[in-house]
Structure formats: structure tokens, C-alpha cells
């Protein structure tokens, strides 16, 4: 097991249209009693207040690709997010932060899901807990390239909060509510942990582990076709071999040629339109502890 | 009755993020022969091409209120938008334009919806046919303040097709299908009334009227309160008094204080946040034709 947990980084506006977390953090900064907790020392930022003011995800570039260490070691930083990455950076080091929680949303339907980059065990005996309080809860697994890391890479153990299906710029009372009582369920639990307690209760942990990205039917740049009707709005069921996958502007029907059946995520999410992802494909594993 | 109805604008891409538009229109100049009806000459085109490229609503000002006669005349222009708006009002002249049909998308759960902006009978007539042929069409009428003017406003004749739910920057295939086919019931209604049909058999029209526009709960600029969720994704639905409207960061409701049932629209739309509107109030009317 880790050592204690005792700083944390709770960060909302990452991306400046995903409100969830922007309005949590501001709940968060004028209500600091809500997340006080005796064992922690938490420390609660907007990552990108200029994007948030104008509503959009990023000014420049995206500022959740900026965090490769190689990046934030260059000298040479060109877009006004890879310089906020350095401060940001700097931010999460003076603070001697253990763990990072970035609240995301998404135009997918994802629930509430908790994603982890890496198999750690403490990630998975915390979400495992996690999801023993609330069983709707969804884990997800997703190793991101190095060249692109995310902010939540800069500690050893970190989450992303990616709740959905919410459109960019909105906010969903009922989805404010449910992420609002999943950090504190997250915070009591590492009070919890703090105090000793090793979630030793939970035994097994049922995770998606991203191993595809599917990318949108196109010619040269421009799309050709949209997602299937039937597959809108069905993160994590199960898509078997067949299945309609896109259908294309003149309404022909693209079905999934894959060999075994996969549970997609992510499906038609705004912000990956131009990163080239229609869905990611996850696996359904389940993880003893 | 109006005279012929010869040259149409179809017009996409108004706003930059609102996709069925953008995609309708670029399958009908990629497919020409699918809207060529023998009565009409149809004139399509995407308003704002850059706001398309950045996949955001506007550039600099929100292009659809910049069609005031006062703004278009207006020899010092000063925003991307003010600019444009002055072709695109020339392009519309030169078309000889009779008739605009402005496609829109909405992040509220507005279906299949035609705006018109006022009484004409000619309006009344054929939106009544169409809601013969489809009756989940709703209609709403909804009068801008003259100083910002629509597109559609540059013609005596003319509709906004404004349909959700459906998040900025996405396609949702189903609705893009939906509108399509609304948009060849339009075309082939037109052609019906210029072969001498003036849609006799329609003899009444439910119609919504906008009559009050809500702002959100403010301190200053800022919220501080998000859309009920026993409300979201109710546009359309009666809104009786005492039902909830609001509910505050702190979780406290607040309810509608009006005297009688009005039928909110435009309910958590993302673009109206800037513009201080949560939804707006319509009365339901009986039209008799």
C-alpha cells in the first residue's frame, strides 16, 4: 500500500465548457467547510479561467494534452495552455500533492465514471469502494500516450471524474448532484484510508479497459457518417459483431466487423470530433482484489 | 394568399457548432437533385464558414442577431459577424430570396420545432400542412426585438428549423434524419402551393407563443441556480403553478410564481447562458385557419 494520503488537488475547468466541475469548484471555494476533512489538506483550483469565460474548451490548445514532463520542460512554450500546464505544474509541486481529482464532462452517456490511467492497487481498492457505495458508478482504465499526458498525471495517483451525457456549456442539476456525493463519498474514503482502513471489504472491481479508438468513416478530413442511431447514447453496452455501428449521410448502415463484442465509450463526444475519435472500445474486465 | 413562392435560401451553419445544419446542407451541394423541385429555385449555403472551421457559434458576436435594416446600413462595422452579415443580406437580394429556411439545433428538448416569427397567414397555412403530415412537429412563434434581427427576418417570409436535444458540435443521426425528411415535406409543400394547393384541408394549428423570457437566479453576473431537474428536458410540458423551476447550488428549490400554466421552450439551452435566458415562457394557442 501507499503511504498516507494528506494533499490533494480538486480541480474543476480543465476544459472551460464542461460545467459540472467548474460550478463544484466554486460550490467548493465558497462552502470550504463541504470538503474539509481532518486527514487532508485539500487544495481546489479553475485550471483554465480564461476558457471557462469564454465558454469554450480551450483558447489555444487543449490543456489536458499539455502535461508530458517533456513538455513542460521545454523552454520554448508557444500556446497560452502549455504555459498555464507549467504553472499549473508548479501549482500542484508547492502544494506537495499526493493525489489529483479533475472533474470532466461529457456528451456521452457515461453516467458517473471514474477513470484511472494505470493499474495501481490503490486506485483499485479506492474505486472498488467507491462503487460498493454506489453501484452506477462505471471504472474506466485508459493509458494515454506520454507525448500527451493529462493534468492528472503530474502525482502518482489521480483520478478524471468524466460524468455525461451533459452538452458542453450546460449544466445538469441532477449530474451536479451525483458528482457533488461522489467526491465526497471519494474524500471520506480517504479519510478513511488515512485512518487505517484498507477497503479490505471489496473483493473484486469490475473495470473497462480502453483498447480502441475508433475514429469516424471520412474522406480526406470531412466525415462521412455519424453514429448509429441504435448505438447513441449506449456507452458501456455490449456491441457485438454486426452490430450497427455508423450510419452514413445517404443512410447506409456501417456494422461493427470485429471478431469478440466490446463495450464502447465515449460515443459521439463533442470535444473528439477533430482528435478523431467516435467511440473508444473498452473491454469489460473483472479485477480480483 | 402571397404571390408564387420561386426562390428559397437554405441556409446551414448560422451558428458554427450546431451540426445538422452544417450537414444537411452539405449533402444537398453534394447532392443537388435531392431538393430540385420544378417550382423552385433553392439557393443553399453555410453563413458562417469560419465559426464552422472552430466548431464554435460565433467568431466574435453572434451572427444571427446582426440583421437589424439598421445594422446592415451601418457603414462602420466592426466585428467578423457584422461583416458577414452584410454579404450574406446581399446574397439574399440578389437570389431575389422569397422564402428563408434557417437551420438551427438546440441543446433543449425541443424535437422537431418551426419558429415563425409572426402571424402571416401564408405562415400559418403551411406550417398547419406540415404538422399534417408529421405531428410532432411543434410550432412556436417567438418575435425578436427589432435591434437584433435574424437571418430569417431578411425576407417577409421565412422560418427558423430549430431541433434537439442535441449537444453543440455533435450530429445526432437520428434528428439529422428527422429534419431532412421535414425539409423535403417543406419543399414539396411549397411546390403543392405554387401548383395552385393553398392547403384547404389544414382548418387549425396549435401554436406556441413566446410571452416572457427567464433569466437564471443571479448574484451579479453569476448563477446561482441550474434548471430543476424535474424540468429538464420538459420543453413543451405544462408548467403548472408551484412546480419546480430552479434549484440552487445548495440544493434548495424554487418554484414558478406565475399565476397560470405556461409551456416553457429553449429549457437549459448552452447559448443562452450569455444572453440571460434559462428558457422562455409560451402560452398554447388554438389557431383556426
Redo the contacts between chains.
Sequence with gaps: MVKKIRNIALIGGTHGNEMTGV?LI??FQKYPHLIERSSLKILTFLANPRAIEA??RYIETDLNRCFSREALDEPETFFYEQILAKNIDQKIRDHQTDLIIDLHST?SQMGLTIIICDGHPFHFQLVAYLTSLNPNIKVLRYRYAQENLLLRSLTELGFAIEVG??????????L??QTEQLIYHLLDGLEKYNQGDDFNGCKSLTLYQVIERIDYPRTGE??TA????DL?FKDYHPLHPGDPLF?T?E?ETIHYQGDCTVYPVFI?E??Y??KGIAMCFTEKQEIIL
Tied chains: 1, 2.
Design positions: 460550478y466554486k460550490k465558454r469554450q456528451t451525457a451533459v452538452a458542453q456549456g450546460v449544466l445538469d442539476a441532477a451536479f448532484q470531412d466525415i455519424m453514429i448509429h442511431p447513441q450510419v449521410f443512410g459521439n463533442a470535444a470530433y477533430e
